[in-house]
Structures are given as structure tokens and as C-alpha cells.
């Protein structure tokens, strides 16, 4: 059995900061590429930022890229979520991932996910 617990998430004013965290339990992730998505009501799922464990390549959708930076650990067991200059637009569910392909963007290439962290951004 895996895990992944995303935390940090909650309520932030426009323009402002958050950080997340996504640790992973029950076994070894130094080599899984993870990542994060998220899903607004209504919305469907949606790739936000992938780190490969390969060469912590990374990569983003083109709506947070240059605000949102993903990072994770020397063991490779926990990936972290930067977001800065957040907008309305960024509230959603924020899910940790985690694949051991080298290459994470589509929901389909998810071998494991978390079990979602709300952030709410306020206009």
C-alpha cells in the first residue's frame, strides 16, 4: 500500500503565497517522478507541475508556469508545491502524484494519488 499526504493548503489573498507538501509513506519513491494536479467544482482534473526523478526535469502548465515552482527532497520521498502570486483562478483541490515513468502530465500516466488539499484564493 502507498500513500501520499498532501498539506499546506488553505486560504490566501490574490497576489499572495502558499507552499504545499506531498510526503509519501509505505515505500520507496526515489525513483518515481511526481507531480500535482488540480480540480475545480465542475472542472475537470488538470496537470499543474511534474519533477522527474531521472534529472529533476520539470515541468508545467502553461497557466502557473512562472509562479508555481516544484521542487522535492534528497531522498525523493516528498515534493513540494511553490505557489506565488496566486490568483482566483488557482483555487482548486491540489492532488499529489506520483508515476514511475520518466515523464508526468496526463492523469492517466498516475500510478498513485493523494488525497487532495484545498487552497482557496480570495479576489
Known amino acids: 500500500q502507498v500513500q501520499l499526504v498532501e498539506s499546506g493548503g488553505g486560504l490566501v489573498q490574490a497576489g499572495g503565497s502558499l507552499s504545499l507538501s506531498c510526503a509519501a509513506s509505505?515505500?520507496?519513491?526515489?525513483?518515481?517522478?511526481m507531480g500535482w494536479f488540480r480540480q475545480a467544482p465542475g472542472k475537470e482534473r488538470e496537470f499543474v507541475a511534474s519533477?522527474?526523478?531521472?534529472?529533476?526535469?520539470?515541468r508545467y502548465a502553461d497557466s502557473v508556469k512562472g509562479r508555481f515552482t516544484i521542487s522535492r527532497d534528497g531522498a525523493k520521498s516528498t515534493v513540494y508545491l511553490q505557489m506565488n502570486s496566486v490568483n482566483p483562478e488557482d483555487t482548486a483541490v491540489y492532488y499529489c502524484?506520483?508515476?514511475?515513468?520518466?515523464?508526468?502530465?496526463?492523469?492517466?500516466?498516475?500510478?498513485?494519488w493523494g488525497q487532495g488539499t484545498q487552497v482557496t484564493v480570495s479576489s
Open positions: 509505505g515505500r520507496t519513491f526515489s525513483r518515481y517522478t
Open positions: 502524484a506520483a508515476t514511475s515513468a520518466f515523464i508526468l502530465s496526463t492523469t492517466s500516466g498516475v500510478n498513485y
Open positions: 519533477i522527474s526523478w531521472v534529472d529533476t526535469a520539470t
